[in-house]
């Protein structure tokens, strides 16, 4: 099946990319994908569409109708996501059939790139934790025993909401699927309508909401996460929705406000916006659940960002940190505070040293970030989604062909919502085939009352 005239026609590679593609990353297949056949290059802002709330309309006999726009309004999306791999298939491998270079090569890379993508997509989870009544769990919290009452937790967030009261996706973590997996409940089939979905990367569905797995959903572990402990310091503790200081003991250092501050018997993703050296905080939200005197409080301490970054920057950010606490794939971090402060998620490591982490975020910096400014690593668990697909859109847009005067081939192919361009040219100093395999996008939340945040 030797094939060189395949193994350089750019159709076949993007359609196969697809494919493995859509294979690999299942945030893509739970969300709104807009993709319209319009050019567009990085940076450039396009419009996703959401359709507009409708109201209660009712009239009598002797009334007319009153005819509205059936509107869809703009939502403004930056394509700000342009991913990419780069490969050379050497001239003896170019005797090899299509489906030889698509295991060896293509595979490898949509893999990566679509990892990419889902961590993109799941990363903007931050923008929908809201408030503590609107998301779901502790973190840190859930069991095998409890999983079934977070997902109901969370179906009933969205139902308060006015979310549609049809099938929703879950997306959570491996370790939250172990524990929805573990749960009696969803593993005796007969109760959960599911004899096949335990050998696979699916939970299944379990009250109404089709639970997948994905390991790019946010999560940072606990042991890796650099931390002090300190405990609370009152005798009658502090009832659900306290927002005054709350006095601590334990642990020598002084909070910076900025910082993320967990109380364990709350459990919620919490910072500090005002303190008193390392004895006294106030968080950012009121306590969601009542603590009692000394119960556990994890104090995530500031890094500091070697800086400067200029807003919009995209590149790798380092920062400086305890000695052999890096940070972490999944980790939330925060930049900046009071009405500049932005939080972002951590795509990639891309190099460490003992006490630095170079890292790559979900998106480009929106507020600059100086020379030595502290940053604020997230707490440790899981942030999963339960969503509609219209709570988040993926949007992508063509690049640009080049000019096949310049010796190169190239395609766009477009599946489910997404366009893929693989371009291709004779690399003569490398002896082989030079593949460049890319996409453009933008992601951008369309309706916040559409998706919770379920804790773990």
Known sequence: MANNNLAAIPEIWAREGLMVLTENAPAVAHVDRQYSNELASYGD?????????RKIRRKSDNDGFSANDANLTPVPVKLDQWFYDTIVIKDGEMSKSIASLTQTHLVPVMQGIARAVDRAILGRVH???????????????????????????????????NAPAGLKFGIVHQTAQTFLQGNTLFAAADQRGSATTLTTGEVGTI?????????????????????????????????????????????ATNFTVGEFVVFEENGQPTYATAATGATAVTLNEALKYAV???????????????????????????????????????????FNTGANRRTYTVLEVTSTTATTSTVLLDRPLEVAVGSSDDCFPGPAGGLNLLLHPEALAFVSRPLAIP????????????????GLRVTMGYLISGGGLQVNVDLLAGVKPLNTDLACVLLS
Do not use: C
């Not at 996460?225 to 927002?243: L, R």
């Not at 000019?403 to 997404?418: A, K, M």
């Open 45 to 53: 802002t396009v419009n996703a569409f959401r359709a507009d709330k």
């Open 127 to 161: 923008e929908f934790l809201g408030t503590p009544s609107t998301r779901a769990g502790k973190l840190g919290g859930m069991s095998k025993t409890n999983s079934a009452d977070y997902i109901l937790e969370a179906q009933e967030v969205l139902h308060t909401k």
């Open 207 to 251: 009250y109404n909401t089709g639970v997948v797995m994905s390991q790019n959903v946010n999560h940072a572990y606990a042991a890796s996460a650099d931390t002090e402990a300190k405990a609370v310091n009152n005798g009658a503790g502090y009832p659900a929705g306290t927002t005054s200081s709350m006095t601590v003991d334990g642990g």
């Open 292 to 334: 009692t005197d000394d119960g556990a409080i994890t104090h995530y301490l500031a890094g500091v960002a070697t800086g400067p970054y200029a807003v919009g920057h995209y590149g790798d950010i380092e920062v400086t940190h305890t000695s052999g606490l890096n940070l972490q794939v999944g980790q939330l971090l925060a």
């Open 403 to 418: 000019d096949p005067d310049l010796g190169v081939r190239s395609s766009v192919q477009v599946f489910n919502g997404i």
